[in-house]
């Protein structure tokens, strides 16, 4: 399998952060409205043995985030002991070429944050069109200027081409990314194309995760996570239906996984079925690893 990169840029206010199985499942889509529906089953058909596609969630451009660990496998001992401990946790940051060292953690400088903003909304009388009287109640929705992003893919070319992944993520950027799509929000332009071929590079037996992912039947020697409850709801032409998906318990991005000897795939996880009325929904439970300074 082939592990790509490339950064985006929003061109509108998102309403939640852009996650891995999130834009697994609108790639998906994108798929389907590209290529029809004969193709996208095809892509499915394997995805329990053998995924076609996994996708990260969208960090800021240049970082991953910190592995989930308790700070005294994050630091060495003499540093814990000099070390402003308050200051260390808020960093929540690292730089590809630490990840096998450790080296050094970061906190985002005030132009790489996203805004937190709150735009206000009215309710409408719809029998006159307007919002007089008691029909005056404004109200804020949470929105996100975000910065710009990278996300990771990792593809079996053979199955689904770099031109395909492509095309398919430059309609969805056209399309919209989550809640809220269907007015605007999550919007966004590609920057980097074609794709940029990554190599997370080194051999170390734990890895961390960039995405939620199922961490059922995983054999390994320990796992750092914490939980993350997937509410998934049904998109697209579907979702005019019962929208609502069973809740998935997973364990969240920056989990970090040990393993005996160092791990031969690159990606984690499990494909996940029977969560929806529809019997052909999948959701991806796996996530993109990268090898990290080794814990046990």
Same mark, same amino acid.
């Given at each position: ?22 834009l ?29 596609m ?8 240049g970082?991953?985030? /910190?592995?989930?660990?308790? !700070? ?6 003499e540093?814990?002991?000099?070390t ?133 039947? !995983? ?26 998906? /069973? ?12 393993? /005996? ?15 929806a ?20």
């Open positions: 399998m082939q592990l790509l990169k490339t950064t985006i840029e929003p061109v509108s206010n998102f309403a939640d952060n852009p996650r891995g199985d999130t697994f499942g609108q790639l998906c889509w994108m798929i389907r409205f590209k290529f029809g529906n004969e193709r996208l089953e095809e892509l499915l058909q394997n995805y329990d043995e053998e995924p076609f996994i996708v990260s969630d969208a960090f800021p451009s970082y991953l985030p /910190k592995p989930k660990l308790p !700070l005294c496998k994050l630091l060495a001992s540093y814990i002991k000099t402003d401990k308050k200051e260390e946790r808020k960093k929540q940051w690292i730089k590809l070429d630490d990840l096998l060292t450790f080296k050094e953690f970061h906190s985002l400088s005030k132009e790489e944050k996203d805004e937190a903003v709150n735009v206000m909304h009215n309710s409408i009388n719809y029998q006159t069109l307007t919002t007089d009287g008691e029909h005056f109640a404004p109200y804020g929705v949470h929105e996100i200027a975000m910065n710009k992003k990278d996300i990771y893919f990792l593809i079996d070319e053979a199955r689904f081409s770099l031109g395909d992944l492509t095309n398919t993520f430059e309609l969805l950027g056209s399309y919209g990314y989550g809640k809220n799509s269907s007015i605007g929000k999550g919007r966004f332009n590609v920057l980097l194309k074609p794709f940029e071929t990554v190599n997370f590079g080194g051999q170390s037996n734990s890895v961390m995760t960039l995405s939620p992912f199922s961490s059922q039947d !995983l054999k390994c020697e320990a796992i750092y996570y914490e939980p993350f409850t997937r509410f998934g709801k049904k998109g697209a032409l579907r979702a005019r239906e019962n929208p609502f998906k /069973k809740p998935l318990l997973l364990a969240d991005t920056a989990s970090v996984i040990v393993f /005996k000897a160092p791990h031969a795939k690159p990606y984690a996880g499990k494909a996940i079925r029977g969560h009325s529809h019997g052909d929904i999948v959701h991806q439970g796996y996530a993109i690893t990268a090898a990290i300074k080794e814990i046990l």
